[in-house]
């Protein structure tokens, strides 16, 4: 598949794109394949939305549960899930939405490590003057 229509390749999606996609194509509920996993239904979405990652036991499960390999639930490279059907969507729109949502994900990233750091500087602070 060329760039222009690789809905799930590295430029288009992310990890929790492709295992969202993949689940949807399976016909499963996030419900269905938490429990399939032995996980947290909180964990798979955390998966999907990209805020944490499977460790290598459940990336292989989840490569077998799915039926795609793990390199493309990775990378987006491989057998994994076709691209939806575009005839009634304009690709170019779709690849400005997605550059657009992927910066401001970046941007909240940025937003959530910032906070990180300084509640942790208030909290050295609040020790320091009670203590």
């Known amino acids: 598949m060329d760039d222009e229509t690789d809905w799930y390749g590295p430029e288009a999606a992310t990890f929790g794109d492709r295992l969202a996609a993949a689940r949807e194509a399976a016909g499963m509920s996030s419900e269905d394949l938490a429990k399939r996993l032995g996980v947290k239904h909180s964990t798979l979405q955390g998966w999907e939305a990209d805020r944490n990652e499977p460790r290598a036991n459940r990336l292989q499960m989840l490569s077998g549960i799915l039926n795609v390999s793990i390199v493309w639930l990775l990378t987006g490279e491989g057998d994994g899930v076709d691209a939806p059907g575009s005839d009634h969507l304009e690709t170019s729109d779709m690849r400005a939405l997605l550059t657009d949502l992927r910066a401001v994900q970046a941007e909240m990233k940025t ?7 300084l509640e942790k500087r208030l909290r050295q602070l609040v020790r320091e003057a009670s203590g």
């Not at 937003?111 to 750091?117: K, L, P, Q, S």
């Open 111 to 117: 937003t959530a490590e910032r906070v990180g750091r």
